[in-house]
């Protein structure tokens, strides 16, 4: 498996398993560690991809190690306390393995992750109040980029394919990647942003090094490793959901 796949999925396994730890049990329900029950499948995740990258890369044992929780392994076996140290501790090591992954990519290749961890550190925190058109999602993302100075041009790319001409929102020509905004704001537009996605996948694939889809979600995306998982299946795409 390659660098770049791995960091992908280390990077979404990492962020998946913060947005883990953000949360709270609900209000006089008695259950405060609740929602820190799934630890075993960030620490398993963690594990499986340590192994992974050591196949591709020795090395990388000098600098980490698998989780071995032992018979806290087992939720049922620990303290609801324990639940959380052990989903922070999966979290942080993901982390730190998505950023050794990152050391292994080109230039080209570090400078797409920093513009996703760019977009996911800003992009919730700069929306005030719910979107009701993408445009307004564009055009937050459009000031988060100017902030930076980045090079990209906004909505100026076409893109032409059989007798269809596809229009990017973001394009960063000099490292070759295309940012597609989504908003996700009924139960309704998550199957309709499947099919937008796969099409413009076939439209900018051959065009752009890599295409980054930003969606973000006002609550209506359940699951959002399975929404993701199979878009990525295809080469060089990345899908990032920022949660409202």
Known sequence: MDFQTLHNMAAN????????CSQEGGPGNGLPFQNYAGYPFY?????RLLAFTAQADPGVTAYFEAIDLGKAYSPAAVTGIMWKSYAELAAVRLNSLASYLQSKLGLKQQEHEQIIDLINANLRASIYHDPKHEREVQDVLETIFRARALDFR???????????RYIPDFTFNRIGLAVEVKLCKDKNREKEMIEE???????????YDRCLF??????FIRDTALFSCDIEENPNVHVL????
């Open 13 to 20: 396994a990492a962020r998946n398993a913060e947005r883990m």
């Open 43 to 47: 620490v398993d995740e963690y594990n």
């Open 154 to 164: 906004r909505e100026q790319e076409s893109v032409p394919y059989s007798t269809k």
């Open 197 to 207: 996605i796969n099409s413009d996948i076939i439209g900018y694939g051959g065009r």
């Open 214 to 219: 930003v969606i973000y979600d006002l609550g």
């Open 241 to 244: 959901i920022v949660k409202k």
